[in-house]
């Protein structure tokens, strides 16, 4: 694997788009964005420079690792960063009308009874833990594939990185918390009455409360979410896809990946961290973007580059 491939070009692509969607369209909602467009100049420079790097001949262990796992670094930064972005466009959150649609389809709030009808703590453990397990799904597949042959690899980080820039471009047009608002303020915004009304009496259940994956997860929303990136929901389209590469060349696994998929997007609901639409579209997003990154990666990789066949697990 030498010089440009798809997820290079695809990086590099989503950090250039950024940059000029600040430029035209940054407002007093994006105090600081002459540094993020440094960041993203600073960006576009590093990634061109490592590939250059590893071109020329035998790199060390610290730029091989940068050269494989770069793109899984720059995740966290580029989904905070749609946080600060997202309302360049609108300036209003647009949850009123994700809860609409879900009232509409069922006439209740799926992410708010849920969890009212079953307040059980064995239960919530088990769909708090299955949530947390999308960032193992990102790393433990990725991991895997990189230790049995680097083509899987690419060919998994490349589509991955793929459906994320996707979903981040979406983000910044379109911002959605998602059901949390129904309970606090969030990112400085409060759910209008109007759409309140919808979520009356929507406390955490007191058992809920006391489990490790609840408090888990409180910490790496505290600390790491973007308010604003709701639809579609990245957890399942991601989700799907690292079951995707599982059925392609982890077999073995490819089940009890499954189950855990399976349970993790109904976890995004129970959990209150998405709609029901947010979870509709992430799987819709996932069946479209899958084989259109596979179709764009195989249009970039050599010949040599391209994987040979299935894993045995």
């Not at 050269?67 to 989904?79: D, E, G, N, Q, V």
């Not at 009808?117 to 397990?133: D, G, R, T």
């Not at 589509?159 to 059901?179: D, T």
């Amino acid at each position: 694997m030498r010089g440009y491939t798809f997820v290079d070009y695809a990086t590099q692509a989503y950090t250039a788009l950024v940059a000029v969607l600040i430029t035209l369209l940054h407002d007093e909602t994006v105090p600081y964005w002459p540094w993020l467009l440094l960041s993203h100049a600073v960006s576009l420079i590093l990634v061109h420079l490592l590939v250059r790097w590893y071109s020329r001949g035998t790199p060390s262990k610290g730029v091989d690792f940068l050269r494989h796992f770069y793109p899984l670094l720059l995740y966290i930064w580029f989904f905070a960063e749609t946080g600060w972005l997202n309302r360049m466009v609108f300036k209003e959150f647009m949850d009123p009308l994700t809860i609409r649609w879900d009232q509409a389809l069922f006439g209740f709030q799926p992410s708010l009874v849920f969890m009212q009808k079953l307040p059980y703590l064995a239960l919530s453990e088990l769909f708090y833990a299955s949530y947390f397990s999308y960032y193992l799904m990102i790393f433990g597949v990725g991991l895997a594939l990189f230790l049995r042959d680097r083509r899987w690899f690419f060919h998994f980080v490349s589509v991955l990185s793929f459906i994320f820039y996707v979903c981040y471009v979406i983000y910044i047009f379109v911002p959605i918390i998602g059901p949390r608002v129904f309970l606090e303020k969030v990112g400085g915004y409060s759910l209008p009455e109007s759409s309140r009304v919808f979520g009356t009496g929507a406390l955490y259940p007191e058992a809920v409360q006391h489990g490790f994956f609840f408090k888990l997860m409180g910490i790496v929303y505290e600390v790491f979410e973007a308010p604003g990136s709701a639809i579609p929901s990245s957890h399942v389209a991601i989700a799907v896809c690292t079951l995707f590469f599982s059925f392609l060349y982890l077999p073995r696994f490819r089940y009890a990946h499954l189950v855990l998929v399976v349970l993790l997007c109904l976890a995004t609901i129970y959990c209150r961290y998405h709609y029901v639409v947010d979870v509709l579209a992430g799987l819709v997003t996932a069946g479209l973007l899958i084989p259109l990154g596979n179709w764009l990666y195989s249009r970039t990789v050599t010949q040599g580059d391209v994987p040979s066949r299935r894993g045995s697990g």
